[in-house]
């Protein structure tokens, strides 16, 4: 007489399938992922090296993405992304809301450094106050969002002024280290830390910042605090880009040597 699978039986037949499905998504979103803003195309050896897979997977699998126009193949064998792909990135940055992904990491810093931090883009010869999250402690810088503040006087200015090209000291200085520290600039009792903001293919969107008083965040203390900016920046840049982000996030590049 025949029985059929129980719910137990007939979990663990489908789920080598499952499985299996499930892992070659993965892999192809690798090796979607593996091209960056400044890659045109890129050859079967720098996909396999970049995603760690072999040869014959990558291929396999970006034959099987150019089917949907994901990927599309050169003459020389390269592979590019295709229509499929710059259709979903154009999707992403017309439903994207700054606010859903700059505030759960304005409010991560904030309860990191135990510091108001706050994401400042430039409006004409101003830095405006975007968003922002209160620190917890009693005693702290206080900003409106929407209040807008010089660009030449605190470190977010001032990264927004370097990252935009300006010519000089100290913006040559804040280019090659990447972030500044301000110690009472705009405000003699105000120190903060900043860090640039980029979005599609590396255009600077703004400048995230930490900011309290002189007297509790002194150059030390901020310069403790510097790994973390960087971080959050690099974070906050990716996700404006649209790219996946990883434990390890490395700098932003500045597009200016």
Request: aromatic share 6%.
């Amino acid at each position: 007489m025949f029985h059929g699978m129980n719910d137990i039986e007939r979990d663990d037949a489908v789920r080598p399938v499952d499985e299996e499905g499930v892992t070659a998504v993965r892999r192809a979103m690798r090796i979607l992922e593996a091209f960056g803003v400044q890659d045109a195309q890129l050859s079967l050896a720098e996909l396999s090296r970049r995603t760690g897979y072999h040869r014959s997977t990558v291929l396999r699998l970006a034959r099987t993405l150019a089917i949907d126009d994901y990927l599309a193949q050169g003459a020389d064998g390269s592979w590019r992304l295709a229509r499929a792909a710059g259709w979903l990135g154009a999707c992403y940055q017309a439903t994207f809301n700054v606010h859903d992904v700059v505030e759960p990491m304005l409010r991560e810093l904030s309860i990191a450094t135990g510091e108001s931090a706050t994401f400042y883009v430039r409006e004409g010869n101003q830095r405006i106050c975007v968003a922002r999250v209160e620190g917890p402690k009693s005693i702290r810088h206080h900003v409106r969002v929407g209040a807008g503040l010089p660009l030449e006087l605190g470190s977010p200015g001032r990264v927004i002024l370097a990252f935009s090209g300006e010519d000089g000291e100290p913006y040559e200085s804040i280019r090659r280290a990447g972030y500044m520290i301000s110690l009472g600039e705009r405000d003699p009792e105000v120190s903060s830390i900043a860090a640039p903001v980029y979005s599609m293919n590396w255009m600077l969107l703004g400048a995230i910042c930490i900011s309290g008083p002189i007297s509790r965040l002194t150059e030390e203390i901020l310069l403790g605090h510097k790994e973390l900016v960087l971080a959050v920046a690099g974070r906050l840049s990716r996700a404006m880009m649209g790219t996946r982000q990883s434990a390890a996030v490395p700098r932003p590049r500045s597009p200016f040597p």
